[in-house]
């Protein structure tokens, strides 16, 4: 099985709608999700252009096909010109995401710089190219950082809680007033936890933790959390590409399946080939000790819910996701295991 959707399901969704998708630009097209987006879409025949950010990044990615176009750093005067000749599409994934030692004195400013005016000058830059459509990868922490009963859903009121978010929110914001004063199509689309081959940040480090063996200690967490895998999510994108409805929306989208962190750990070990090592742990000494170590937000993550109900872009665009969360994971743990 591979880490991203087949070239059958490109067929089916460009043959069953109105729109046509043929030469695409690619934002963040070195990254974790870039990167799958971009062999997926060259395997199904797409002519690729990948933004990258200086020429050594252009090196790296001569052996996946398509063009690379080297832009610089993405802010208000980024030159798109040369990315955008010939693009009817746009895949806008490239941000500043959150760094572990932020060494901005603004970081509000800093984010805004990049995910607001940066967006708003490609966005700008596409409408005058001629570029239809744009999608717009933005995050789940516009809705939140967490639920408590019911799942996140499109409707919620945004309430996002850092400067990242923030950021993303105020960029699907200005989105929509570009698509008001010019009629570039935008599409928003709002992921928790994306994972797959090439994932790295706290998941690598849970199957490094599930492989070493490490005793871990969430037994007792019951909470609820949404993830998504990087084939069900490249399959997103490219229905939103190219579906006629999906136009000025915003979608919530996961693998359709919530767990709690143990029952992820234990889904993880089994795909791993290891065993669960589990145990008990109040979950105020958990948080007393995140605190301690500065590691509060990491430790939250692990004990609150944050679920994510996708069935407005089942209904309104017929996407389910072609892979489950078994068989992304089952995806994953083959990359790691043969080198990561």
């Known amino acids: 099985m591979g880490g991203s959707p087949g ?3 490109f067929r089916f969704y460009q043959a069953g ?9 690619v934002t963040g097209s070195s990254g974790f999700i870039g990167k799958g987006l971009c062999a997926s879409l060259s395997l199904a025949g797409y002519g690729v252009i990948r933004a990258v950010r200086q020429l050594r990044d252009m090196e790296a990615q001569r052996g996946d096909g398509g063009q690379c176009v080297a832009v610089g750093n ?3 005067d980024t030159d798109w010109s ?14 500043r995401v959150h760094v572990m030692k932020e060494r901005a004195s603004d970081p509000l400013a800093a984010f805004r710089a990049v995910n607001v005016a940066g967006t708003e000058n490609l966005a700008r830059s596409a ?7 744009l999608v717009y990868l933005s995050s789940i922490k516009v809705n939140g950082e967490s639920t408590t009963r019911d799942a996140f859903t499109e409707s919620d009121a945004p309430h996002p809680q850092d400067a990242y978010a923030i950021s993303k929110w105020e960029a699907e914001q200005k989105l929509h007033e570009i698509t008001a004063e010019t009629g570039l199509e935008i599409v928003v689309i709002r992921p928790p936890l994306v994972y797959g081959a090439g994932v790295g940040g706290n998941f690598i480090r849970l199957l490094q933790g599930i492989d070493r063996g490490i005793p871990l200690p969430f037994a007792s967490v019951r909470n609820r959390r949404s993830l998504v895998f990087l084939g069900n999510l490249i399959d997103a994108l490219v229905v939103c590409a190219t579906h006629p409805a999906a136009a000025g ?5 996961s693998d359709g399946e919530n767990v709690s962190t143990p029952e992820l750990i234990e889904r993880v070990a089994v795909a791993l080939g290891r065993p669960a090592r589990l145990f008990p742990v109040h979950a105020g000494l958990m948080r007393l000790a995140g605190a301690v170590f500065g590691k509060s937000a990491a430790v939250e993550r692990l004990l609150s819910s944050l679920a994510v109900d996708n069935a407005a ?14 068989q992304g994971l089952a995806e994953t743990a083959n990359w790691y295991k043969a080198g990561s």
């Open 82 to 95: 040369q990315a955008l000749a010939g693009a009817d599409t746009v895949f806008h994934l490239a941000a």
């Open 17 to 25: 709608f109105a729109r046509v998708m043929t030469n695409v630009l």
């Open 313 to 326: 872009i089942r209904r309104e665009l017929g996407w389910v996701p072609p892979y489950s969360m078994a």
């Open 127 to 133: 409408a005058k190219y001629g570029v239809k459509r």
């Open 74 to 76: 993405i802010g208000p």
């Open 249 to 253: 929306k915003t979608y919530l989208i």
């Open 7 to 9: 070239n059958e399901h």
